[in-house]
């Protein structure tokens, strides 16, 4: 049974710490995408690829945030500095894109909390 | 912005009843995908059904169904004899481009046994 794997699941880190979430997307799927779920915005995308390349990262905070697909079984998404206000839900999701249609499977997300 | 809205914060429904779930989005495109998704405490993002906007063919996945006013731009999720496992939010999301997905705020559904 194939699925989207994501660790940490919970991670609890000091404002100013580096934070590095990993996702492994399914084998054979062409996209994947970080979303960020809070209280206050919801499910945002912050960043997607596309075959590893990256298509749109504007929905994320340049300064801090970082999207990188190192290989095709490996994304992650790192926050430098982390802030208070990064704390939410981190959702990494893959599928196949064919034509104009993706089914998105999601991972089970990493909370993060920024004290 | 194109936006997907969902106007009811909370929804209360009794076993075994049906309840409908409202959604409304934007859009200037003629083809696209509209999807509901089950969140429940586990935080697991669950697809529950799909619908292409070119079939005018309402969507059915057992005791889920939709109701898809293109016009409109409404997309509705009904839930059918209802069990408790079905208590969760349920998020309404649409496609698009490169397979994006913009999300509404989500939908909490209360199942009282």
């Known amino acids: 049974d194939a699925r989207v794997t994501q660790t940490p699941r919970d991670k609890v880190t000091e404002m100013g710490q580096e934070v590095t979430m990993r996702c492994q997307p399914i084998l054979g799927h062409n996209t994947v995408f970080w979303y960020r779920q809070t209280m206050m915005q919801g499910l945002e995308l912050l960043a997607y690829?596309?075959?590893?390349?990256?298509?749109?990262d504007s929905g994320m905070p340049k300064d801090r945030f970082s999207a990188e697909m190192p290989d095709a079984t490996l994304a992650t998404l790192k926050i430098q500095p982390s802030e208070p206000r990064d704390s939410a839900v981190y959702f990494c999701a893959s599928g196949l894109v064919q034509g104009a249609y993706n089914e998105q499977f999601f991972g089970p997300g990493t909370r993060l909390t920024v004290l | 912005a194109q936006t997907v809205t969902q106007s009811q914060p909370e929804m209360s429904v009794q076993e075994a009843e049906t309840v409908t779930l409202s959604c409304t989005y934007d859009?200037?495109?003629?083809?696209?995908?509209l999807f509901w998704y089950k969140q429940p405490p586990s935080r697991q993002m669950i697809l529950v059904i799909r619908?292409?906007?070119?079939?005018?063919q309402n969507a059915t996945e057992n005791r889920f169904s939709v109701n898809f006013q293109k016009a409109a731009k409404s997309f509705s999720l009904k839930i059918s004899d209802s069990q408790l496992g079905d208590a969760a939010m349920y998020f309404c999301?649409?496609?698009?481009?490169?397979?994006?997905?913009?999300f509404g705020q989500g939908t909490i559904l209360t199942v009282h046994p």
């Open positions: 690829f596309r075959n590893r390349a990256p298509l749109d």
């Open positions: 859009t200037s495109e003629s083809d696209y995908y």
């Open positions: 999301a649409r496609e698009t481009s490169y397979g994006k997905l913009t």
């Open positions: 619908q292409e906007a070119y079939k005018q």
